[in-house]
């Protein structure tokens, strides 16, 4: 039997076999929507499909009733564990008038509940990055203790808002956590083009507080760093900045052909390396997962996710006249 490593850092057997199912879930779900697209259903996908460990690893990690959450648009397996379901995603995608992020207003991956404490996102990137500082500060104002997570992309890491907004909570010690998943591409630009330093992680060191770099394939590697940058914040010790270093599976979207600045071998060997078969492996040679236990929760959601698609493709559409809610008081 494999050496356990969930338990020393804090996970329970349910908790990591949680874990799986989220991002099983989330894979599903992804899938799903590019059959949808492609079959000329949805408009648009933009995938978390290589990237679920990364973001269920750092959701477990904080205190879902208490902290609050500013997701980049590929957070899927993130706000899922939040608590947010494939039901929601799939209104979000055929942009209905249910969908709880926007009411079908906004493209998919604008996340936003305001019973799950996740900040509504918006279009152009990075812009989550500030307004999360501007969260952690009114927390700790409003005397909460919540820490607050944020999430980008490598990419996004050389933008103004990522470097003010790290500049600020370091100034003022705020209780932020500054998660970058960095899966190798900024849209078809690669690492090597993008940054000078060796990691993303090192330009923590120039807002004062620390940065580490891990592999944003293990769930509980990435648990265990996010934690330890929970804990920090919520004791008054300032922000932390995480790269988690992972890939991205598919096209940078559904508008997108990868095919020209990736090579056919870099996806494989990538694919070889799927962080859900990995955790899937550790699962089963600790003897946790059976292949009944994983045949249940492989069937559980894959039946969610064909009630999701079901529910949401016979919604009704938001009311033309809709479109002037929310925009001036009423």
Excluded at 63 to 92: E, H, I, Q
Excluded at 97 to 120: C, T, V, W, Y
Excluded at 128 to 151: I, Y
């Amino acid at each position: 039997m494999a050496e356990n490593r969930h338990q020393p850092v804090g996970l329970s057997d349910q908790q990591v076999l949680d874990m799986y199912a989220i991002m099983l879930l989330a894979r599903k779900a992804d899938e799903r929507m590019w059959l949808l697209n492609r079959a000329g259903k949805i408009p648009f996908v933009i995938s978390c499909q290589g990237q679920e460990a990364a973001q269920v690893g750092a959701a477990f990690a904080f205190d879902r009733k208490n902290d609050y959450a500013c997701p980049y648009y590929r957070d899927m397996g993130f706000v899922m564990a939040f608590g947010m379901t494939a039901r929601d995603m799939m209104l979000s995608a055929f942009a209905k008038a249910e969908d709880p992020n926007s009411g079908g207003r906004q493209m998919p991956g604008h996340f936003g509940s305001r019973k799950h404490n996740i900040l509504s996102g918006s279009s152009p990137v990075t812009t989550q990055v500030p307004h999360a500082v501007g969260l952690a500060l009114a927390g700790r104002m409003d005397g909460k203790n919540s820490v607050v997570f944020t999430s980008f992309g490598e990419g996004s890491s050389n933008q103004g808002d990522f470097h003010e907004g790290a500049n600020f909570a370091g100034v003022h010690k705020l209780p932020v956590v500054f998660f970058c998943e960095n899966n190798k591409y900024a849209i078809s630009v690669p690492l090597s083009k993008q940054i000078a330093c060796e990691t993303v992680a090192d330009r923590a060191i120039g807002y004062g507080f620390p940065g580490v770099s891990i592999d944003g394939n293990d769930p509980l590697e990435v648990y265990k760093a996010t934690k330890e940058a929970v804990d920090r914040a919520r004791h008054g010790e300032g922000p932390t900045l995480i790269e988690a270093v992972t890939y991205r599976l598919v096209p940078h979207s559904s508008d997108d052909d990868d095919r020209a600045y990736r090579s056919r071998e870099e996806v494989a060997e990538a694919k070889s390396k799927d962080p859900i078969i990995r955790f899937k492996s550790y699962l089963t040679e600790v003897g946790l997962l059976t292949e009944e236990l994983d045949k249940e929760i492989n069937d559980k959601a894959a039946r969610e996710v064909d009630e999701a698609t079901e529910y949401a493709e016979n919604a009704p559409y938001p009311q033309p006249e809709s479109a002037l809610l929310h925009v001036y008081g009423e």
